[in-house]
């Protein structure tokens, strides 16, 4: 018996891990999301998938800062994603909401920079995976 | 030629003027915006993507090679970019460049000297003379890295003096 090969590609994808939480991104960024998904699993044994509440505590917990003062993702982005935003220099930085602004988190290679830059710059660290995820689907959401 | 004579007569002058001026090595006004399309994305991100001519080549290495912390922000780039963006600036760092700027700025600094800051230069301080501390602090400023907010055309390369708004806020 021939099985159709549709068939079988919907099977895949709907047996892939996660499917479904990455809802919203392009393929390039589905296959990060994914990827950052089977990492979190490895990495906590308690993981059960992204959750945008805990990105949205991520986003607005201010860290103290000794240059800055008290800092988080928030201060630069403001509380609207949806507006634009101001760096800690000046520059306007346009909206980080993808409602907003449609080049938002389509870029997997633009997407790791800026996770990895402003997660070192807030937290003074790099965001682990779960982390990663969990902004993405607070942000993706906005 | 063709194309020449059916040119209005201002835009003839404005032509024949600026390849004038052109012609006397950039005035201090006329230095122009950075043009590399990585060091505008990558750096003017962040910060006016400041001209190349306003620090030496030393300076510009010392930047390059400090972006894991960079004045205490994480700006890393993968080894392409950084080495794209360096030629860039090094290309046209004040060593290499004749503009009136780079040659006050070079003259102003001691040979042993590596400003990571523009602001930090002896240049950049006596021609900010007149500008109180506070100024600088001030919400709209921030500090001496916000050309743009006095300098509106900072981004074109123009910091004529005449042009200068300090925001009272």
């Not at chain 1, 993702?73 to 634009?84: E, G, I, P, Q, R």
Request: hydrophobic share 35%; charged share 25%; proline share 5%.
């Amino acid at each position: 018996m021939r099985i159709p090969s549709l068939f079988v590609a919907v099977c895949l994808v709907a047996a892939t891990p996660g499917f479904g939480l990455a809802a919203g991104f392009n393929p390039e960024m589905t296959k990060y999301v994914q990827g950052l998904e089977t990492q979190a699993k490895k990495q906590e044994s308690s993981f059960k998938g992204f959750d945008a509440a805990r990105g949205k505590k991520l986003f607005f917990d201010a860290q103290p800062n000794a240059k800055s003062g008290p800092l988080s993702c928030a201060t630069c982005h403001t509380s609207d994603l949806k507006k634009s935003g101001k760096t800690l220099v000046g520059k306007v930085i346009p909206p980080l909401a993808p409602s907003a602004n449609k080049s938002r988190l389509t870029n997997v290679k633009e997407t790791e920079k800026w996770l990895l830059r402003n997660f070192k710059q807030v937290y003074g660290r790099e965001g682990t995976a779960r982390e990663k995820g969990d902004v993405l689907m607070f942000i993706n959401a906005q | 030629m063709n194309s020449l004579s059916k040119m209005p007569i201002s835009a003839l002058f404005a032509v024949i003027f600026s390849s004038v001026v052109t012609a006397h090595g950039g005035g201090s006004e006329l230095m122009g915006g950075a043009t590399n399309s990585a060091y505008l994305k990558e750096c003017g991100a962040c910060h006016l993507a400041y001209q190349p001519q306003f620090l030496p080549k030393r300076s510009w290495e010392k930047v390059m090679n400090t972006l894991d912390s960079h004045f205490g922000d994480s700006a890393a780039l993968d080894d392409a970019l950084k080495s794209e963006i360096l030629g860039y600036l090094v290309k046209n760092s004040a060593d290499a460049s004749s503009s009136k700027i780079s040659r006050k700025m070079l003259a102003s600094l001691g040979t042993a000297e590596t400003p990571l800051k523009i602001s930090d230069t002896p240049y950049f301080k006596r021609k900010h003379r007149e500008v109180r501390a506070d100024v600088f602090k001030r919400k709209s400023i921030g500090s001496p890295a916000n050309c743009t907010a006095c300098h509106l055309s900072a981004d074109k390369g123009d910091y004529d003096e005449h042009k200068v708004k300090i925001p009272r806020k």
